[in-house]
């Protein structure tokens, strides 16, 4: 079980790629903090056995034929792209590793 | 029929006036047309409306029904469009600055489907941003007004979708729901609004917040509207994995058919503190109304209701958090101009691109999923609504239906709830269990306040059992009309 | 100063033999034009949703039946959360905690002393293979980067070992293993020059003896063999140098620069990324019917090392020439489908496969090998060369005549044969015995080695009969009619 946990916001806002401002930072700190308190009552539920849900009604996932269609125009892979040089999408340099 | 006469007319009339060649297409989209020109400038439902497209379309449909060769008997009506909603060539901005200048090169399955009947879609509703919210004041773009005080929310986040027929600036609509965004905008409008079952309408093509919430679905003012156009959208999608295989009744047609009251379970926990007076005042009217229609009046026990919002949002901003990754001004979204490399670009254009309560959920998702918060946070939650799912199939092996209030209270004012996140999550008390659940379910109007804002009542039904839910409701409808209307506001003068 | 073992473990991504994506229909391809390949799905645009690829599936379930894993009866997906430009969802599809296939080993054969000689042979043991969407393609320039969606999407197999190897040399040898299985099963070409292969390696070096495992190097993308085998060899000798002057070894990410032919940290352990993996709402668990697996396994060729073991002892070829045919599943089906046609004499068909028609591939190619499906001669063609000479209808010399003319155009020997104008000179028995008695005579070593049993011997006469006889006389002829001869002359 978890303690009422703090929230490091640098880090989650870095886990989430959002640029925040400070204002947002002290907000979202306390607003999390808050929320994450509410979620404490889950804490309280026996849950020993219990299967954990990830789809409502569960079915077998359907497979699909292997059949290619047909694909995209360049172009309209591209329609909505910022920016994009020979059919490819520009990027600013790419410098972090995963 | 005039034009005022026009707005007043259910879809389901009107499309029997396209087959009785009384109305042309024409003039019922002109109609509609005319009423968002008059009265949108107060309303702000809509986030885009271009009517030479659509009289275009309304021709085109003219065209097929004089030549006998309609797509279905709804050709030619016109069907407002939450902004969440794929259709082919149109903007799809889900009220953020980051798609804002996004047009949709391809279609979701349900605006295809709209469009293989012939209906006619009719502009972009204003909805929370990605659907998160409670009133719609999330919308980057627009404040949707209540059409019946302009000072109130609509609710949300399908705010623009209810609020636009509630104005009779279009005869229906599609919303999304997934925690109550269908149910709880319809109930603050006096309009009806039903949340499918999850898997019976396709979800290909709905910008997704939380995927195994989320679900399509109608609003209009009748039950046999909502039904006509569950009709369109529903059945089986291969582009869909979660889409339900079976073939599933028609909605339409299980209200043509005879019917004997059932029973009704009414749970405790529903009906308890924290309740506008008049809202459970209204809603235990509509049980008593039922009881006198034949139906049973059950009291029942959904234990497990009270952890149903920490669970909903726990689950519902995981999967929003890695749902809105996608977002990142690289190959579709609006960029921020300043990024100088790589790690920049998705700071800024997230940062900017974003609002409050979007950036907020994304954190609040990515806190839960976190290495070391998994198992006490989400996996824990999937757990509870596997309780949450099992308290509802337990209730309904002795009950039809379940009713409850949709919401704890009438139309908040705008801006009474922006400031404190936890107390707008609060307002999807009543709705969020049946996302859990996956269940299908309807908010009906069912009186005013002394305020005169429109109450609603919930009904809740068994897994792909909308026929049934749509005849219980049909009954209270018959029986006591909801025929108030919005105020002058919504009268083009 | 103890002595020091590796111990690794590779995790081989191979990207499966389909013909469109892993979540949607849009094809799947190498060299096409730049976002050619793409769709809504590819692109990750709002709202789309993924749908299986049966072939994909079924793909993953036939590498399981290779490689002996057991099929969960049901798998299924996870996203893992990171972002990256040539990731159009910013997050990738994979399967976590229910993989496709679980457990499983591969046969691996190292370098024997020679090439004549059968290398020892180990079982790899695999943890699990799951199945994943692959990414998009980045190129960098001086002052930005472009990305290519194409490769987004396809479907990657990861196969996982235990951290069973102990060597460069072994991690080398897997990786060829498992490309010869996926290669004969269809499964994958695993090229690793187009990229069909690569390959993560866990590295840790600990004292002989000691059970338990060190802090491991974890070396990413390493796409081709030599870039495995000498990041391999240098984390090795790395890691060794470091026990020994007793400095401690991290645990952590690292980066091998083909270049300078070093690794270096990439991240420590600490600051790996946080995938927050959770399962994908928009897929369903895959349960594939059992009696489905059963089908799937009827298709599966022979392990390659057993078909080996068998092409030895049922058709007595020497090593040399299976490690030809059965390290390419195509040779084998071509040797098989030509003993089927001529069952009388497999080695001397083996013999043509591993060595003629090897070296005509070549040469027509250029660069590599001509692939097989173009080759025309077929293997009943090859059989019926080998009737020719065992019947004495032609010689072994104008066998070698025949062939490239009967690799090119698929004829047949006889046909080549009549329009070359070689056949094997109706007998002048006169004439033969002649020249038998002059070579008999020529060496009377040799003719000694024969009486004394040597029978190999009888062969340094038959060299210069068929001289004599430009190379038209048959050689079984000329056999018997020697062993005659000496059989009947005195020595001396």
């Known amino acids: 079980m978890q303690e009422s946990p703090g929230v490091d916001i640098e880090k989650l806002a870095r886990l989430s790629r959002i640029k925040l401002t400070e204002k947002e930072k002290g907000a979202f700190s306390a607003q999390v903090t808050d929320i994450l308190g509410f979620f404490q009552k889950l804490q309280d539920v026996d849950v020993e056995g219990i299967s954990p849900m990830a789809h409502p009604f569960e079915a077998a996932a359907p497979l699909r034929k292997d059949v290619p269609g047909t694909p995209w125009e360049p172009g309209r892979a591209l329609r909505n792209a910022p920016a994009s040089r020979g059919n490819q999408v520009i990027v600013p340099k790419v410098i972090e590793d995963v | 029929m005039n034009p005022e006469s026009i707005l007043e007319t259910s879809a389901f009339e009107l499309g029997r006036a396209l087959h009785d060649r009384t109305l042309t297409s024409v003039e019922i989209c002109s109609a509609f047309i005319q009423q968002v020109e008059a009265v949108d400038a107060t309303v702000q439902a809509f986030l885009q409306l271009d009517p030479g497209s659509v009289l275009e379309a309304a021709a085109a449909s003219d065209a097929r029904w004089s030549r006998g060769k309609q797509r279905s008997p709804l050709d030619g009506l016109p069907v407002g469009i939450k902004d969440v909603i794929a259709i082919e060539g149109a903007p799809l901005t889900c009220a953020s600055r980051i798609l804002e200048a996004f047009t949709a090169p391809y279609a979701s399955t349900a605006g295809n489907r709209l469009l293989e009947a012939g209906l006619i879609p009719f502009g972009r509703l204003n909805m929370d941003e990605f659907a998160m919210g409670s009133s719609t004041e999330n919308s980057a773009f627009r404040k949707t007004t209540n059409p019946w005080n302009p000072e109130n929310a609509p609710g949300g986040s399908s705010g623009g979708s209810a609020a636009a027929v509630a104005a009779r600036e279009c005869p229906w609509s599609l919303g999304s729901d997934t925690g109550g965004s269908i149910r709880q905008p319809a109930a603050f409008c006096g309009v009806v609004g039903l949340k499918p079952t999850y898997g019976r309408v396709s979800r290909f093509g709905l910008v997704a917040f939380a995927s195994s919430l989320d679900q399509i679905g109608p609003i209009g003012r009748s039950v046999e509207d909502v039904a006509a156009l569950l009709d369109v959208i529903d059945g089986h999608d291969p582009l869909d994995s979660t889409s339900w295989p079976d073939p599933s009744e028609s909605a339409s047609e299980a209200l043509q058919l005879d019917h004997q009251p059932g029973v009704i379970g009414l749970p405790g926990e529903y009906f308890g503190d924290g309740i506008d007076p008049e809202v459970l005042a209204s809603v235990n009217r509509v049980a008593e109304a039922y009881r006198e229609m034949g139906y049973e009046i059950r009291p029942i026990s959904l234990p497990h209701t009270d952890l149903a919002v920490p669970t909903y949002y726990i689950i519902a901003t995981a999967e929003a958090s890695s749902n809105l990754a996608r977002y990142d001004g690289v190959r579709y979204t609006r960029r921020a101009e300043s990024a100088a490399n790589g790690i920049d670009l998705y700071f800024q254009s997230r940062g900017e691109g974003f609002g409050e309560e979007v950036k907020r959920r994304i954190i609040l998702g990515s806190y839960v999923l976190s290495s070391g918060y998994y198992d006490a946070y989400y996996k824990r939650a999937q757990q509870v609504r596997t309780l949450i799912q099992a308290d509802f199939l337990e209730a309904f092996r002795g009950v039809d239906a379940i009713l409850t209030p949709t919401t704890p209270s009438p139309a908040f004012r705008l801006g009474e709830k922006t400031g404190d996140p936890l107390s707008m999550y609060l307002a999807d008390i009543f709705t969020i269990s049946v996302n859990l659940a996956g269940l299908p379910a309807l908010s009906m109007p069912c009186g005013l306040s002394s305020a005169g804002l429109p109450i609603g009542f919930q009904l809740i039904g068994q897994p792909f059992a909308e026929g049934r839910l749509l005849q219980i409701a049909k009954d209270w409808e018959s029986a006591h009309p909801f025929t108030a209307r919005p105020g002058p506001v919504t009268r083009a003068s | ?492």
């Open chain 3, 1 to 492: 100063m103890p002595a020091y073992e590796a111990v690794i473990g590779l995790e081989v991504h191979v990207q499966l033999k389909t013909a469109s994506k892993m979540f949607t229909d849009a094809p799947t391809g190498f060299g096409a034009p730049p976002n050619s390949l793409t769709n809504a799905i590819v692109m990750g645009l709002p709202g789309t949703l993924p749908v299986l690829n049966r072939g994909a599936i079924e793909q993953a379930i036939r590498t399981g039946l290779v490689f002996g894993s057991e099929i969960p009866e049901s798998f299924h997906w996870d996203r893992k959360n990171y972002f990256y430009p040539d990731s159009p969802k910013n997050y990738q599809l994979t399967q976590k905690d229910a993989p496709v296939c679980l457990g499983g080993s591969v046969e691996i054969e190292l370098a024997g002393p020679s090439r004549k000689t059968m290398g020892e042979h180990r079982i790899i043991h695999l943890d699990h293979a799951h199945l994943e969407e692959d990414v998009g393609k980045l190129t960098h320039f001086e002052n930005d980067s472009l990305v290519d969606y194409n490769r987004a999407g396809t479907p990657l197999l990861e196969i996982v070992t235990l951290p069973d190897l102990r060597s460069a040399e072994e991690a080398v040898a897997l990786l060829h293993s498992i490309r010869m299985h996926l290669a004969a099963a269809g499964i994958s070409d695993c090229d690793m020059e187009k990229g069909q292969m690569r390959c993560d390696a866990n590295v840790s070096v600990r004292p002989v003896g000691q059970t338990t495992l060190n802090p491991r190097a974890e070396m990413k993308n390493l796409n081709s063999i030599t870039g495995v085998r000498n990041a391999i060899a240098y984390e090795i000798r790395r890691q060794t140098r470091a026990y020994e002057n007793g400095r401690p070894v991290l645990q952590e990410t690292r980066r091998w620069d083909a270049d300078a032919g070093r690794t270096s940290s990439l991240r420590s352990k600490e600051e790996s990324p946080d995938y927050r993996y959770f399962p994908d709402p928009d897929l369903l668990p895959v349960r594939y019917p059992r009696e489905r697996i059963e089908e799937l396994r009827r298709d599966i060729p022979e392990a390659v090392f057993d078909r080996q073991r068998r092409y030895q002892e049922q058709y007595g070829l020497p090593y040399t020439v299976t490690s030809v045919i059965c390290y390419d599943y195509q040779l084998a089906r071509y040797f098989e489908e030509a003993v089927t046609a001529s069952p009388a004499n497999p080695k001397a068909i083996a013999n043509y496969i591993a060595n003629e028609l090897q070296r005509e591939r070549a040469r027509s190619a250029g660069d590599g090998l001509q692939p097989m499906a173009t080759v025309p001669l077929k293997p009943a063609a090859l059989a019926g060369l080998v009737e020719c000479v065992d019947a004495g209808k032609l010689t072994k010399q104008m066998a070698k005549e025949v062939f490239p003319e009967m690799f090119a155009s698929g004829k047949s020997a006889e046909a080549v044969a009549e329009e070359k104008g070689l056949r094997v000179e109706p007998q002048d028995d006169a004439q033969l015995e002649q020249w038998c008695r002059e070579a008999v005579a020529a060496n009377a070593v040799a003719a000694a080695q024969v009486r004394e049993g040597n029978d190999k011997a009888i062969n340094s006469f038959i060299g210069p009969v068929m001289k004599a006889s430009k190379g038209k006389a048959n050689p079984q002829s000329v056999r018997e009619a020697l062993i005659r001869i000496i059989k009947d002359t005195s020595p001396g």
